[in-house]
């Protein structure tokens, strides 16, 4: 049965609403990062003179040059662990039919519902007797274990959804585990891959207190972290915070349009019955 006109009007009109209420606050900060350099900012305002060096500004006095390189180290150890192991986890649980398979599953569900707060003062101490805090190594492991229950929720219930005769003929040609998994069934996931690759690289760009804790030298924080400490310094210049935000962001932003096709399908997938 097709939509009436009225309906699918009222549908595209809603979807506008929710994409001008999402918009519009990121324009406002685009708009004020371009006000000159401690100006006042009265809400969605063009400003009279575009200060582009508001972003050069903001970068020099925040230090996010080591920032950024911390922050993408950080990401760039954690997004590729978590995926590996949460795809073996998710294939172990939902092909391979693991013994106490049910009860580890339920173990990552209820994974989901620990927040980190509960768990980083107790972390913190764990993690110094054996010399991890202030290294990226402590935060890299912290960051993946607590990824990983989303993720391996994910990719099981992915794989749950893959036709099992993809499995079955390839297990009758004589291909092994191993095999069914990065040869038969990866190449069928590649949305639902790149969608928790996206999430993971965007929780772990954005981890501010896990962060804030672990890593007590100021030298090796991540641009979330320092950009609080530039909030401090900076509190009432509201143009160079902008600015300082946007490049913050920007990683995420630019990952998102890159894959922005495979992240849409891979939730699209997720969200509708196999």
């Known amino acids: 049965m097709r939509p009436s006109a009225a309906g699918q009007a009222l549908r595209y009109a809603l979807l506008n609403l929710m994409a001008l209420a999402v918009l519009l606050p990121f324009a406002g900060i685009v708009l004020a990062a371009l006000h000159p350099s401690g100006s006042r900012v009265d809400g969605v305002s063009v400003p009279d003179r575009w200060s582009w060096e508001n972003f050069g500004l903001a ?49 990552f569900v209820l994974g989901l519902t ?34 990983l229950p989303f993720g391996v929720y994910w990719m099981q219930s992915h794989f749950a959804g893959v036709p099992r005769e993809l499995v079955e003929s390839a297990r009758m040609d004589g291909a092994r585990d191993g095999t069914v998994l990065w040869r038969v069934l990866l190449p069928v996931s590649r949305p639902a891959v790149t969608t928790l690759t996206v999430l993971v690289f965007m929780w772990s760009w954005n981890q501010f207190l896990l962060v804030l804790v672990m890593l007590q030298d100021p030298s090796m924080r991540t641009a979330p972290t320092g950009l609080g400490l530039f909030v401090g310094r900076y509190g009432t210049d509201v143009p160079l915070l902008a600015a300082a935000s946007l490049i913050v962001i920007a990683p995420i932003v630019v990952v998102y349009v890159v894959f922005q096709r495979s992240f849409v399908e891979g939730i699209t997938r997720g969200a509708v019955k196999q």
């Open 59 to 107: 970068w020099r006095e925040g230090g996010f040059g080591d920032l950024m390189l911390s922050s993408l180290i950080v990401s760039g150890a954690v997004v590729p662990l978590t995926v590996l192991l949460a795809t073996m986890a998710g294939f172990a649980l939902s092909v391979l039919g693991v013994w106490g398979g049910r009860v580890l599953s339920l173990g």
């Open 114 to 147: 620990v927040p980190v707060e509960l768990l980083v003062i107790a972390l913190y101490y764990n993690l110094r007797e054996v010399g991890l805090t202030d290294a990226y190594t402590g935060v890299v492991l912290a960051e993946v274990a607590l990824f």
